[in-house]
């Protein structure tokens, strides 16, 4: 079946820009979490959703980021105002059900370039 | 102090050689471990979870070392196509959080 997926697969900004990352996670997967990770370093993590419970945003590095995720499928995260700092690859992933215990399915990411 | 620390690498091994990796946690009520691999541009993918007891899928070994709060993998008789990076993952209890090491580069030469 359709693994997960992201786009787009690169994006390239203009500090101060807005820019939105689109992930549709596996058909019937409950659980959806973003990361990110810069070179050299390991995953970040940002944001989990888990069915209509309110999301973990304990992860979100500054206000100008932001998550939703419409009707427990597709998600989108925004960042605003965007900074050079912000470049990195984009990582969602789905699971079964949220369970610590589940296997995260991830997508190929979008990697991010803010010039 | 990091969630997840491991170390690196590189390792760079000949075919056929045996390699271990290590990696630390910090936060003893984890209860969910895993190795993930990442090949190069790619996402991660589940190598395999890390249960109490050990286990063991083929080439691999995965060890859970609660008291030092440590997981281990072994692989034996490596192959060029397990060059990657291995990531280790630990959950963050008693939140949602899934806490990624940066991870250890492994290169298998001919």
């Known amino acids: 079946g359709a693994g997960v997926s992201q786009s787009p697969s690169n994006k390239v900004t203009e500090k101060g820009k807005d820019v939105e990352l689109r992930c549709d996670p596996i058909?019937?997967?409950?659980?959806l979490y973003w990361y990110r990770q810069s070179l050299g370093q390991g995953l970040e993590f940002l944001i989990y959703f888990q069915g209509n419970s309110a999301p973990d945003k304990s992860g979100l590095p500054s206000d100008r980021f932001s998550a939703e995720r419409t009707g427990g499928s597709v998600s989108t995260l925004t960042i605003q105002r965007t900074q050079q700092e912000d470049s990195a690859v984009y990582l969602c992933?789905?699971?079964?059900?949220?369970?610590?215990?589940?296997?995260?399915?991830f997508g190929p990411g979008t990697r991010l370039t803010v010039l | 102090r990091k969630e997840v620390e491991q170390d690196p690498g590189p390792f760079n091994v000949p075919e056929g050689a045996t390699v271990a990796f290590n990696c630390t946690y910090s936060n003893s009520a984890s209860q969910s471990f895993f190795w993930y691999r990442q090949d190069c541009r790619k996402e991660p993918k589940l190598l395999m979870s890390v249960y109490s007891s050990g286990n063991e899928d083929g080439r691999f070994t995965a060890q859970l070392n609660r008291a030092s709060q440590y997981i281990s993998l072994l692989i034996r008789d490596s192959k060029l196509s397990d060059s990657a990076t291995y990531l280790c993952?630990?959950?963050?209890?008693?939140?949602?959080?899934?806490?990624f090491g940066t991870g250890t580069s492994l290169t298998v030469i001919p």
């Open positions: 993952v630990v959950n963050g209890y008693p939140g949602n959080q899934f806490y």
């Open positions: 058909s019937g997967h409950t659980a």
């Open positions: 992933a789905s699971s079964l059900s949220g369970g610590r215990t589940d296997t995260q399915y």
